[in-house]
């Protein structure tokens, strides 16, 4: 790398462990004599055009642990997907600050962000390196094995569930929660994680990899209902049609209520929408009263209590190597994780193009015949991304008592 500056900036949604990237990337850049200062961009690209920066060469590193150890975005973030004109934008500030080395901490929107700076860089013979730093609690980077964040907000889904297990069986009832997951559903298939026992919930898992039908929903519960007397469901929130149309569009188009996000798309996450219509599905449906549903929303993403101790690794560790594949080897690129042995990780550096723009969903390995929960397969996956020992739940083992009037 050319002697100059080194920039760091957070896009996206917030994570539990998205800080210990950053940090290790700090901590790593700021060794390098030929790093002049290590700046961090506030609010994403959004800052970089407007030239909000921190100066985090003079933070101190006893300050920097403990922002690592902290939830969400410490630089703060963006929905921002820039185009070109946006890209232009951000180069122009990158020279004029005599920023060498960008790294960008998010997903596959970020990484796209990363290639097409890049791309503008070469063609104005700009010395200019920039990594992405892979970072979503979707899981859904492409070549990555997992994802820095997925197995913090895997914790909580899990935790969530089994709470909401032993609260449905002591009441009785239907309940419905929505999980975050547009196009893939690996946080929502999480949630199997909580059962202990055979008659654990969530009995049904519904995920985006899979076409939605409310009729087949409607008899599943009603099967499970009949078999358990209660009912717990996992729901992704970009379940779909056999066309492609969410399901909260599908149901809800009576309500003429469907919002939409900074890029366009429908506003699956935080309205409760879904949860609502598929709890008054199901009491039109089937006639049952006691019918509940959440919508989980942004509390999965930096819920502190439950952070993962490999992901915080991890997540630490993608940002020095971000570092040292930029510093040591002059490269440009997307650091990816991938598994090795029994539960070991190795980092490598992929082309930007090999990410930017693209989706990874759940392979079908990971999901069962029916379509309503997953295989073994894919806990075998997750569990060791789980770090430390989850929470156990137990039941009550006395023999019942024999009846003397209600024989």
């Known amino acids: 790398m050319k002697a100059g500056k080194v920039l760091v900036a957070q896009g996206g949604g917030p994570t539990a462990v998205i800080n210990q990237s950053l940090v290790g ?9 030929l790093v ?14 407007n030239e909000d920066f921190l100066d985090l060469t003079q933070e101190t ?3 920097l642990e403990r922002v690592a150890a902290t939830p969400g975005s410490a630089l703060g973030s963006t929905r921002d997907k820039p185009d070109e004109a946006y890209c232009a934008e951000i180069l122009k500030v990158l020279i004029a600050h ?23 860089a070469q063609k104005q013979h700009y010395e200019l390196i920039t990594i992405h730093i892979p970072k979503t609690i979707d899981n859904d980077l492409t070549v990555n094995d997992h994802t820095p964040g997925y197995p913090s907000a895997a914790r ?19 309940y419905v929660g929505v999980v975050m997951g547009r196009n893939a559903g690996f946080l929502t298939a999480a949630s199997a994680l909580g059962r202990k026992c055979r008659d654990d919930g969530p009995h049904l898992i519904y995920l985006p990899e899979r076409n939605f039908d409310i009729n087949h929903f409607l008899a599943d519960v009603k ?14 929130e970009g379940i779909h049609d056999t066309t492609g149309a969410p399901i909260v569009t599908t149901l809800g188009q009576q309500a003429g209520q469907m919002e939409r996000d900074a ?39 930096s819920f502190l209590g439950v952070v993962s101790d490999v992901d915080q690794r991890e997540a630490r560790e993608v940002g020095e190597k971000a570092c040292q594949f930029a510093l040591w080897h002059g490269a440009s690129g997307s650091v990816t994780i991938h598994r090795v042995g029994n539960y070991s990780v190795e980092y490598r550096l992929d082309p930007l193009v090999a990410v930017a723009g693209k989706t990874k969903v759940m392979p079908d390995a990971f999901i069962n015949s029916s379509g309503t929960d997953v295989t073994d397969a894919f806990q075998l996956y997750l569990q060791p991304l789980l770090g430390s020992r989850m929470p156990e739940t137990f039941r009550l083992r006395a023999p019942i008592v024999p009846k003397v009037l209600r024989k």
């Open 25 to 33: 990337a700090v901590l790593e850049a700021r060794k390098f004599s």
């Open 36 to 49: 002049d200062r290590v700046y961090g961009a506030m609010f994403g690209v959004k800052g970089i055009v």
């Open 61 to 63: 590193t006893h300050n």
């Open 98 to 120: 005599n920023i060498r080395c960008f790294f960008y901490i998010g997903g596959n929107d970020s990484s796209d962000t990363l290639r097409i700076v890049q791309e503008f």
């Open 156 to 174: 909580f889904v899990i935790s969530a569930f089994a709470g909401l297990n032993l609260d449905n069986r002591a009441l009785p009832g239907i």
């Open 223 to 236: 099967r499970v209902y009949d078999r358990h007397g209660r009912c717990v469901v996992a729901v992704s």
């Open 263 to 301: 890029h366009g798309n429908i506003q699956l996450s935080g309205t409760g929408a879904l949860a609502d219509l598929l709890t008054d599905s199901i009491k039109r449906g089937l006639g049952i009263k006691r019918v509940r549903g959440d919508t989980f929303g942004y509390v999965q993403r």
